[in-house]
């Protein structure tokens, strides 16, 4: 049976006003209670509006800075577009002259290790040249360009020639190959060696390096200014001059893409 004690127990007062009210608005973290007619009072009471607040700023950490995630391109990379990209830049570097690059950095960026054999080779070339004047043909100068004396000089190349006798004569391609002492002031005349056309260029430089008894330390050090560069004369009607431009032979390419019959290769260093 219900008590007059029970029945007074029910409800709770007003914090504000002190009224009875029977469905209170109470607190749980400060256990104040508010009537019905104090509801908003109860709604931005310092418990309250804390709490809120609390949970827009939990809300706010969890949210995601959109912009400052990576893009997607650079996630998952198109790699079509990359290989194509490196290939077209390839194919305009493989037909660019260092000359070329040269004037293009103007002389304002540090020149690089190939850059600087490219300006040794130019610099020998004008002191083998002196000698060459006195002794015609032995270094590839003073060449002429009729059709008799290109098949006499092939002639002559290939019968010369060194190289790996595995190679099939069908894969073989033939060149006049000049090297430079690291502390010669002129290139030491020239070699006929022959190579295999599907052999990388790095293989025919370690070849053609072996075969003329050259340090080659390409495999070896990290070193650019170390390694053995080589480049290929452009051919030109008239006599060979260190005026004459030259292109640099990537050493990741293939010989049959890079190498002809009768081309003139120099090797060097590029030593500052």
Not at 75 to 92: G, H
Not at 96 to 123: C, F, Q, W, Y
Not at 199 to 216: C, E, R, T, Y
Not at 252 to 272: A, F, M, S, T
């Amino acid at each position: 049976m219900t008590t007059v004690e029970g029945m007074l127990d029910i409800g709770k007062h007003c914090t504000i006003c002190r009224q009875l009210d029977f469905l209170p608005f109470e607190c749980r973290i400060c256990s104040k209670c508010f009537c019905g007619k104090h509801r908003d009072e109860y709604n931005q009471h310092k418990c309250v509006v804390d709490a809120q607040r609390k949970k827009v700023l939990e809300r706010e950490k969890m949210k995601v800075d959109v912009s400052q995630l990576p893009k997607a391109s650079e996630l998952f990379p198109d790699l079509e577009k990359i290989r194509a990209e490196a290939q077209t830049k390839y194919e305009k570097d493989k037909k660019k002259t260092i000359g070329e690059r040269l004037s293009k950095d103007g002389g304002n960026e540090k020149l690089a290790s190939i850059e600087v054999a490219m300006l040794r080779l130019k610099k020998l070339l004008g002191n083998t040249r002196v000698v060459a004047e006195s002794r015609p043909g032995i270094f590839g100068f003073k060449k002429t360009s009729s059709k008799a004396s290109q098949v006499v000089e092939m002639n002559k190349l290939k019968r010369s020639a060194i190289g790996d006798g595995k190679v099939p004569i069908g894969d073989r391609v033939y060149v006049w190959v000049h090297f430079n002492d690291d502390e010669d002031c002129k290139f030491n005349g020239r070699n006929s060696q022959y190579f295999s056309k599907k052999w990388p260029v790095g293989k025919m430089l370690d070849s053609s390096a072996q075969l003329a008894n050259i340090k080659n330390l390409n495999n070896q050090t990290v070193d650019e200014s170390l390694k053995l560069a080589m480049f290929k004369r452009v051919k030109k009607t008239g006599n060979v001059t260190a005026d004459e431009e030259f292109v640099y032979i990537p050493l990741n390419g293939r010989v049959e893409n890079e190498i002809r019959d009768g081309d003139e290769i120099y090797i060097l260093r590029g030593k500052r």
